[in-house]
């Protein structure tokens, strides 16, 4: 794959590129490409695998980085997950819910 400086690389797995996205974002940018154009970029491969059909795979992932604290920011986290609300991926939540611990309070609105 051509990388953004012109050189080949091996292309990154869905699942790593979302983890990335979520856990670094894109501060600052690199020689080649801007900050912006960095996050439009990683927008376009999320709304690429919701499109897919991969849309709880990112929600998983959301879910086990925000849970573990892995990630600095929380801004990358919150645009993955507005992502999902946009394209309507909370439907699938039941897939990435945990099972009922003691100390969970159930909150009905």
Do not use: C, D, W
């Given at each position: 794959v051509v990388n953004s400086a012109g050189g080949f690389v091996f292309?990154?797995?869905d699942e790593s590129r979302v983890r990335r996205f979520i856990i670094?974002?894109?501060?600052?940018?690199t020689y080649y490409s801007t900050e912006q154009e960095l996050t439009v970029k990683n927008v376009e491969a999320l709304i690429k695998i919701i499109e897919k059909g991969r849309g709880s795979m990112i929600l998983k992932e959301?879910?086990?980085v925000s849970l573990a604290g892995r990630n600095p920011k929380q801004d990358p986290l919150l645009m993955a997950l507005a992502l999902c609300a946009?394209?309507?991926i909370a439907g699938m939540m039941?897939?990435?819910?945990?099972?009922?611990?003691p100390n969970q309070v159930?909150?009905?609105l």
């Open positions: 292309a990154v797995s670094l974002g894109t501060a600052g940018g959301i879910y086990e946009r394209h309507m039941f897939v990435v819910r945990p099972q009922k611990r159930k909150v009905t």
